[in-house]
């Protein structure tokens, strides 16, 4: 379905942020888990030498590691629960015609799937404690002086899993800034309006109407709008730019030929007078539409890339098209040249387009714009008013502004930069937990020899320095292998969606600035705490 083909690729691509995330809270876990089975080192050995098998530790770790997972999703699900309204708002807040109900609570699969994924990261940052814990050896933990630090593999191992999350984040901070600069540029495409201090009404009549009467009622209720205060101009057509629908037409022009298989179709919109200043579409030539062409001879205005087309190198005021219609039949007398507008989406390039007096004759618009000085919403009230005095049996169907009916245009890069960009600060957030905790934990396990070190003559902010060089060469080597698979990602991600630009060096750059502040500031206690270590304490107890 057309559904499927929108959102199928941008939620493939959604699923591969979530996993990336999942892998760095796994990573976090098993850090920490680390870090708890090193400080437990002691406990490990005594229950070792009182007869504990190792297989009985690693089973202790494991389900330690597994309950910590199980809690965690069920937490998850409860999250779930709330978050599926959240995102079935932006997913209905879409196109009128590409909107479509979905159940997507979670369900008994939908539990299955997260009670599976549970175990799954369980025994994935739950394997490496266990495999401290069985390699937990009696003797050495139980003597009594500071020669049970940690290894050097230890140390390498720890530092490592903190360069894994700090990588991944960069990957996940890189997407999010490709993303959202995906959507910036979408919704400041050149569209040919002006999308902002608009507000959109469509009012369906009542049946039966004479369209005499509803012409009459329509133009009073013009004259009532632009009486509002706030508001600047007021017309009314049969569709709206980036509505994703439009009526279109077969058309012979005077004096172009055109071979059978170069025809197309060209996109017809019925506008009211001052249609083009409400919409902020600039006028080139001619003149625009008026209530007193009623009754006259047909006429029409076409925009820049009609004229390109059919009167190239000549002026086209004054120039007839003629409808190649079975419906809709006449010739029509060209009044203006206007510029160029998208006329069904944002990323196609602007249609050979014809406007039609609504009032003149056929259809009959019914979709009223609003340019205001003020925020749109706030005459919304206002105005209803004059179309339940005016018109008592109508009903006001989406009232909304431009901007939003751009934005319903843009749902799945909505969806997927609002996404991954919560999920790629997430991530850098994990990842600076997981710098903190190392930090943490080095500085408390080397608490003996940060006092040697200072009684011999180092200054505190030798020590400071000496933690804050830690953190930023861990994170340098993250941000050298994030940036790798956020440059090989990006063009992964371009693949699958459609018009996606790669522009590897901001979005790498996004990554890196907020990931070297978050390790700074990851940093900054663990460092604070190094250089106020007493040497005289910290010596006591050796």
């Known amino acids: 379905s057309t559904l499927r083909d929108r959102f199928g690729n941008p939620l493939f691509v959604l699923m591969i942020v979530v996993g990336v995330l999942l892998a760095i809270a796994c990573i976090n876990m098993a850090s920490m888990m680390l870090a708890r089975a090193a400080s437990r080192q002691r406990e490990m050995a005594v229950r070792v030498g009182l007869g504990a098998s190792r297989l009985r530790l690693v089973q202790q770790t494991m389900m330690e590691a597994l309950l910590l997972s199980l809690t965690g999703a069920l937490a998850g699900v409860v999250l779930a629960h709330w978050a599926t309204a959240a995102l079935l708002r932006i997913m209905a807040s879409g196109r009128q015609h590409e909107r479509v109900a979905m159940d997507i609570q979670p369900d008994m699969q939908t539990l299955l799937f997260t009670a599976g994924i549970a175990v799954l990261t369980g025994l994935v940052f739950g394997l490496a404690p266990a495999c401290y814990a069985f390699r937990t050896a009696p003797a050495s933990p139980l003597r009594p002086t500071g020669a049970a630090g940690q290894t050097r593999w230890g140390r390498a191992f720890g530092s490592g899993l903190v360069v894994a999350q700090v990588a991944a984040s960069v990957v996940l901070l890189g997407a999010a800034g490709l993303f959202v600069s995906y959507l910036s540029k979408l919704r400041n495409f050149d569209l040919g309006f002006q999308r902002d201090n608009i507000l959109l009404m469509r009012v369906e009549p009542e049946q039966g109407m004479d369209r005499a009467v509803r012409a009459l009622r329509y133009k009073e209720l013009l004259q009532r709008l632009a009486a509002i205060p706030g508001v600047r101009s007021v017309s009314s057509s049969g569709a709206t730019p980036i509505q994703g629908a439009g009526a279109s037409r077969m058309v012979i022009a005077e004096g172009f030929t055109?071979?059978?298989?170069?025809?197309?179709y060209v996109s017809v919109n019925w506008v009211a007078p001052k249609y083009f200043e409400t919409m902020g579409t600039p006028l080139l030539q001619g003149r625009d539409f008026q209530f007193e062409d009623e009754g006259r001879a047909p006429v029409m205005i076409v925009n820049q890339a009609l004229v390109d087309y059919y009167f190239k190198g000549v002026n086209p005021i004054g120039k007839h098209l003629r409808m190649d219609s079975n419906n809709d039949k006449g010739e029509f007398e060209i009044i203006g040249v206007v510029a160029n507008a998208k006329y069904t989406e944002l990323r196609e390039a602007p249609p050979r387009t014809m406007y039609r007096n609504t009032f003149q004759q056929g259809f009959l618009a019914s979709q009223f714009i609003v340019r205001t000085h003020v925020p749109p919403e706030s005459i919304v009230s206002a105005v209803r008013r004059p179309v339940?005095?005016?018109?008592?049996?109508?009903?006001?169907?989406?009232?909304?502004?431009?901007?939003?009916?751009?934005?319903?245009?843009?749902?799945?890069?909505?969806?997927?930069?609002?996404?991954?960009?919560?999920?790629?600060?997430?991530?850098?957030?994990?990842?600076?937990?997981?710098?903190?905790?190392?930090?943490?934990?080095?500085?408390a396990r080397r608490t003996s020899e940060i006092g040697i070190r200072m009684a011999l003559g180092a200054a505190p902010a030798d020590v400071y320095r000496a933690v804050l060089r830690q953190a930023l060469t861990i994170t340098a080597v993250g941000l050298l292998i994030g940036s790798v698979l956020a440059y090989w990602g990006e063009g992964l991600a371009a693949a699958m969606i459609a018009d996606l630009p790669l522009e590897h060096h901001l979005p790498l750059m996004f990554g890196a600035a907020v990931t070297v502040a978050l390790a700074l500031l990851a940093a900054f206690v663990p460092a604070r705490r190094a250089s106020r270590i007493d040497p005289v304490q910290a010596l006591r107890g050796e």
Do not use: C
């Open 388 to 443: 339940m005095e005016l018109l008592p049996g109508a009903r006001i169907d989406g009232l909304l502004t431009m901007a939003d009916q751009i934005d319903g245009a843009i749902v799945p890069e909505r969806l997927i930069a609002q996404l991954t960009g919560l999920f790629g600060a997430l991530g850098a957030l994990i990842a600076a937990i997981g710098l903190y905790g190392l930090l943490a934990y080095s500085v």
């Open 258 to 264: 055109e071979r059978p298989e170069d025809r197309r």
